[in-house]
């Protein structure tokens, strides 16, 4: 069984404010991938980054950085100088080699930057 | 060109009616899914599907049945629609070829159930 826990349901920052948001992740498997999905007011689910397990580096892209730490289960997401545009509903995700293909979710955590 | 479409957008419909929602992807992907979002945005995926297997999540009712015509489309079927039923049902596409790639989203389809 394969499980993704996003223990913060939701964070108000202010504009420009640094802010992690946290995952922790449950799996048997030792091949998995995690991912980080956004989706804003708008609806729709947009795909932000894929990691597999056994690849540790962190990484960033532009504002965002991602911090995967085997060791903890967790692969938390910051986004430093945060903006309004951020605001939306971030997902973490995972997937196993035997979960049969199953995408398993977090709850979500709502991201909200006030201007 | 809209990589994972979805019609209808927006469906509203009474108890106890049947009712179907179309998924198509242009992405030339091999596997498709239909995740269902509730009113907490919970998001759970109902199935997965490829031209060689159906895998179900035990927890979707009998009620629910994906429909797959060829690979580019994966619909899915509600019979004697309940209330419960109400969510935003999202289909999605990916390669399946022995590592996981990103799952491309369609915009979703917000049921309403009466």
């Known amino acids: 069984a394969q499980k993704v826990t996003q223990a913060q349901t939701e964070i108000s920052v202010v504009e420009k404010e640094d802010v992690t948001l946290d995952c922790v992740y449950e799996?048997?498997?030792?091949?998995?991938?995690l991912f980080w999905y956004k989706q804003p007011p708008s609806g729709e689910l947009v795909f932000l980054i894929r990691?597999?397990?056994?690849?540790?580096q962190n990484e960033i892209s532009g504002r965002y950085s991602w911090n995967f730490q085997k060791s903890t289960s967790s692969f938390n997401f910051t986004i430093t100088a945060s903006q309004v545009v951020d605001s939306a509903v971030y997902f973490c995700?995972?997937?196993?080699?035997?979960?049969?293909?199953?995408?398993?979710f977090g709850g979500g955590t709502r991201l909200m930057v006030k201007p | 060109d809209t990589a994972v479409s979805q019609t209808p957008k927006y469906l509203v419909t009474q108890m106890g009616n049947d009712k179907s929602i179309k998924c198509e992807q242009n992405?030339?992907?091999?596997?498709m899914y239909w995740y269902k979002q509730d009113s907490k945005k919970f998001l759970k995926i109902m199935f997965s599907?490829?031209?060689?297997?159906?895998?179900i999540n035990e927890t979707v009712p009998n009620r629910f049945s994906p429909k797959s015509p060829d690979k580019a489309h994966l619909n899915l079927h509600i019979n004697s629609l309940e209330l419960g039923d109400s969510a935003v049902y999202f289909c999605a596409s990916s390669h399946r070829s022995g590592t996981y790639g990103e799952l491309f989203f369609g915009e979703g389809s917000r049921l309403t159930v009466l």
């Open positions: 599907y490829n031209n060689k297997e159906l895998i």
């Open positions: 990691r597999n397990s056994f690849d540790e």
């Open positions: 992405l030339g992907h091999d596997t």
């Open positions: 995700a995972l997937i196993s080699n035997n979960a049969g293909n199953m995408l398993t």
């Open positions: 799996t048997r498997d030792t091949t998995y991938y």
